[in-house]
């Protein structure tokens, strides 16, 4: 049984628990309430119904000053899953799945499961097919621009690798040639007219 101390703890005790008596020696009953008498405290406080209209009014409250349209659903299915009276019982259940579909209320076991079920066959929301179809075409394009980058930066490698092959095919003699023959032209240019040196 609970138990509340007069400090205003609370605790368990085990009726009607067999014990020795440490006087007597004879077996008794601990904590027997067959012979005891009580005090008999009552608080009255709001019954369910008066706590649900609390609520369905404080609801109602709160849409008066919200803007989101989101939070404005939420509130309404709310204070409509909680009106009371008759033949509401239908309209309580649908605002409370829909509340379940919007994460809003946690499902019970049963719901769970209901909800698993339903999802399962069920044809995938054309909404959702077409952003999950457009993922999958920006990931594409992504990873062509880095297939297209990897190979401008492996054919620029190459054309750098062929120059220098070509470079280091040439002879000291021919490379001295090639530096007179621009010495010349520059000459030229600038109106000084020399012969080549040949080195």
Known sequence: MKTIASTGDSGMVELMQPTIDETTGAMVMANDMTAATFDVVSEVGPSSSSKRAA???ALTGMLQITSDPETAQVLTAMAMMNMEGEGVSDANAYFRKKLL???VVKPTDIEAE???AEMQGKPQDPNAMYLQAAAEEATAKAAKARAD???TVASAELKRAQTLET???VDETSQNMAI???EAVQQIMQGQIIQPVVR
Do not use: D, H
Request: overall charge positive; aromatic content about 0%.
């Open 180 to 182: 007179t023959n621009a």
């Open 55 to 57: 609520t369905v009014r």
């Open 149 to 151: 980058t990897v190979e």
């Open 167 to 169: 470079l280091s095919k």
């Open 114 to 116: 209901e909800l698993m």
């Open 101 to 103: 579909r919007m994460g």
